[in-house]
């Protein structure tokens, strides 16, 4: 079985968390995700701060808008000269997310290409160091629901399946990880009117939009993922949002906590 140089040591790896984790299939996916995100917190961290930062700036950027109004192309490069002297790089977030991605079709190839057919445990020793092969069936059952499988339910009369119970709290987990993610959405959007042009209007309203946009998607796309890819990509939102919360708070789901808390 041929596994490009990303799956195969990923699969390794998430195999070794098995083993420590009581041969456990969901623990070990969550172990292993805990894990990757900690390996990527250098990187996470400053990207978080920076966008405190964004909003920080705020005020300063709105006069830029303001200054630079009647020229787009004057006020472009005025921002990129504030972003210079500020320190600051709206791209570094993307480098995180970007290996979040790239491990997530690892894990969709791997489960694909290994945890299918009658005998997993054969399938996934082909690949595993002889160090880490599997002597019995894999536990592939978390929380009584197959890993190897979509979580999916099909009800008598509707010719679709339905979101699963938990790509349902998969993709509210994204939800919320996007809203504290994006705390200076709102502050964005009322830059923006600023410029006559609007061309950062559209850039603020996507930013918005995609808040939302991101969770739909996950919940189409899980229909046909296997439910170990899809915790995955749950456990890695929430560690996110614990991450994002340490950094600024409930961030841009403060508003919801807010009226939580008056509510009781």
């Known amino acids: 079985m041929n596994l490009n140089i990303i799956t195969q040591p990923l699969l390794n790896l998430l195999i070794i968390f098995y083993h420590l984790l009581f041969s456990n299939l969901g623990l070990a996916i969550i172990g292993f995700t805990a894990f990757v995100r900690l390996l990527l917190t250098p990187l996470t961290l400053p990207s978080m701060k920076m966008m405190q930062k964004m909003k920080e700036y705020n005020p300063e950027l709105r006069k830029l808008k303001e200054k630079y109004k009647d020229d787009k192309k004057k006020l472009l490069q005025a921002q990129a000269d504030f972003y210079k002297e500020k320190g600051i790089n709206p791209a570094s977030g993307c480098l995180p997310q970007v290996v979040s991605i790239v491990v997530l079709i690892a894990l969709f190839s791997g489960f694909s290409n290994v945890f299918q057919g009658p005998d997993i445990t054969h399938q996934l020793n ?13 536990n592939r059952f978390f929380l009584g629901r197959d890993l190897t499988k979509p979580d999916v339910f099909n009800a008598n009369g509707i010719p679709f399946a339905l979101p699963g119970v938990f790509l349902i709290v998969v993709a509210f987990l994204q939800l919320l990880s996007s809203k504290m993610m994006m705390p200076n959405v709102q502050a964005a959007e009322k830059v923006a009117k600023k410029t006559e042009e609007g061309f950062d209007d559209i850039a603020a309203s996507m930013q918005s939009q995609m808040t939302y946009l991101f969770p739909l998607i996950t919940l ?41 808390r008056k509510a009781s």
């Open 126 to 138: 082909k690949v595993l160091y002889p160090a880490l092969q599997i002597n019995g069936e894999v």
């Open 220 to 260: 189409f796309i899980g229909l046909n993922f296997p439910l170990g890819v899809v915790l995955y990509w749950g456990t890695f939102s929430l560690f996110q949002a614990v991450q994002q919360y340490f950094v600024s708070g409930w961030g841009g789901l403060a508003p919801w906590v807010n009226k939580i």
